[in-house]
């Protein structure tokens, strides 16, 4: 993984053009805040969520957290959304149904000229990729590469089941989500999702079960629409105290052996070597 990426669990989808939502969404827990001017805005009101940034950007950063733009699509919207999220100073954008690699490239060339114009340092607005389309399934590996600016890449499950013709459901979703997490994974970026839908506010424990086994699989963050799944995602994405303890023991282990010539040992009843202890070292690492 690419050393510059940011210790994201949970990111709270909150519409810009809702005020009060905005106002509490730093109480609510979440490592980042995506203010959305995409599907949470009606058509008419896009100007409005527009210009509505320049305010809710340091409103939403107040607890800490990160503050990502949600763009639009076409570009006759997509071009003055990151202007205005980038003047703001956003720290991500997230950018929707990409196309490829050319697509990527052609929206972080805007960014930078959007951070020129509002003298920000050139690299500051980081990427959030979302594959959301049939065909750009395929070329999911070119986009994860396609920026340095890009560092997460997720597949929009509800989109994507409607380009399909599919119902929205673990069924329909898990093979393109599953191409999505290899493909950022392969990239160096952050796996963002699971394997399920945006479901789960009446069960909150299936919820919770399908986040256990999405993280098992191999995300790293997810999104959602709705404060009470941010305590969850934090606690099924992060590092939990006894595994941070673990992983002490089994690197402290492991590096003993290493030093006596060892290079796989026995530890509490599972066998050690580089890449299980790799994946210890992985969670030190983000949970610090």
């Avoid at 149904?97 to 000229?113: C, F, N, Q, S």
Wanted: aromatic fraction near 4%.
């Amino acid at each position: 993984m690419r050393p510059d990426l940011p210790a994201w669990r949970s990111l709270l989808y909150v519409p810009v053009t809702e005020r009060r939502f905005v106002e509490k969404a730093h109480t609510r827990g979440a490592d980042a805040i995506i203010l959305d001017l995409e599907d949470a805005v009606a058509p008419s009101a896009k100007a409005v969520a527009r210009a509505a940034l320049a305010e809710a950007v340091p409103m939403a950063r107040r607890g800490g957290a990160d503050v990502c733009v949600r763009v639009n699509r076409p570009l006759r919207l997509a071009v003055p959304d990151i202007e205005a999220a980038v003047a703001a100073g956003a720290d991500a954008l997230v950018l929707t149904k990409l196309l490829g690699p050319d697509h990527v490239r052609l929206l972080a060339e805007h960014v930078a000229e959007a951070e020129e114009a509002a003298g920000a340092p050139q690299g500051r607005t980081r990427l959030i990729g979302l594959v959301e389309t049939a065909d750009s399934i395929p070329r999911m590996e070119a986009i994860a590469r396609a920026s340095s600016r890009l560092v997460a890449l997720g597949v929009g499950g509800e989109d994507l089941a409607t380009d399909l013709g599919a119902e929205a459901g673990p069924d329909a979703l898990d093979l393109p989500k599953r191409l999505g997490l290899i493909a950022a994974r392969a990239a160096g970026i952050l796996p963002l999702g699971f394997i399920g839908t945006v479901a789960g506010l009446s069960d909150l424990d299936g919820y919770r079960a399908m986040l256990r086994r999405s993280r098992a699989l191999g995300f790293a963050c997810a999104s959602c629409v709705h404060p009470s799944q941010v305590p969850i995602i934090n606690e099924e994405y992060g590092a939990r105290p006894e595994e941070i303890e673990r992983a002490r023991r089994m690197v402290a282990a492991f590096e003993e052996a290493l030093a006596r010539g060892v290079g796989a040992i026995a530890f509490e009843g599972q066998m050690l070597d580089e890449p299980v202890v790799a994946r210890a070292r992985r969670l030190l690492a983000r949970a610090r």
